[in-house]
């Protein structure tokens, strides 16, 4: 049987990586977080001290990405952050990295080597361009301002000097860029089931994911 897939998109900090990295414990799936991607293609773009807008360097850097950077700590800096959606605005570089993606959801790694009988995918592009079959589609939102907060706690336990403004300021900036590029923009897929999460914990948003997820398993074991 094709491996299962969950599709979980939205806007930055709405609590997709914590929404998957649950589900993927609680199944027993592959979960792969498509945003660091994203940020170890801009990041390495930095260190090389060039342009993360200059789609030669960006697209030349996501070819030779090295999975082991996938696990950097600097990824999750606000200049990582800045640079991946800039990086990610290039053609050249979501064609680079669209079949990594596409071949961890057809074959999901597992420990030991093994495959995982699924897998789920957290990003903006899922639903819509990577796995436009994925059986369970979640669109996961929260206000601007829900996000801010949550991002400026992220980064102030990293360390970071950060002020709340300037974090919503980048929030909206980002958005605006994320949905506005013509290549794969972020949006809900159109057979995407919407979570906003602005007030729930995230109990509450796991217990909403897992009922549509069971849904869909048992639907799938019925066919
Ligand atoms: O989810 P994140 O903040 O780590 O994502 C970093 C950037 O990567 C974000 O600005 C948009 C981009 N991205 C994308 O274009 N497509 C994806 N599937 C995942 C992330």
Known sequence: MKPFVIALD?????????????????????????GALYRAVGLAVLKAGQDPSDPNAAAAAAQALD?????????????????????????????ALFDFQRRFAASPPGPDGRSCSGSVLDGR?????????APVKIFVTASAEA???RRLKELQARGEKA??????EDIRARDARDAARADAPMKPADDAVHLDT??????????????????????????
Request: glycine share 10%.
């Open 125 to 133: 592009d899922i639903g819509t361009v990577i796995c436009p079959d």
């Open 147 to 149: 996000r801010a907060g």
């Open 67 to 95: 999975p082991a950077t996938l696990q950097d700590p600097e990824l999750r800096s606000a200049a990582a952050g800045d640079a991946s959606s800039k990086v990610a605005a290039i053609p050249g570089v979501r064609a």
């Open 163 to 168: 002020i709340y403004a300037r974090v919503l």
């Open 10 to 34: 939205g806007p930055a900090a709405a609590g997709k990586g914590t929404l998957a990295k649950r589900l993927a414990t609680h199944y027993g799936f592959a979960h792969l977080d498509t």
């Open 198 to 223: 602005s007030d729930l914990d995230i109990d509450q948003v796991f217990d909403r994911a897992r009922l549509l997820v069971d849904r869909a398993l048992a639907a799938q074991r019925g066919a």
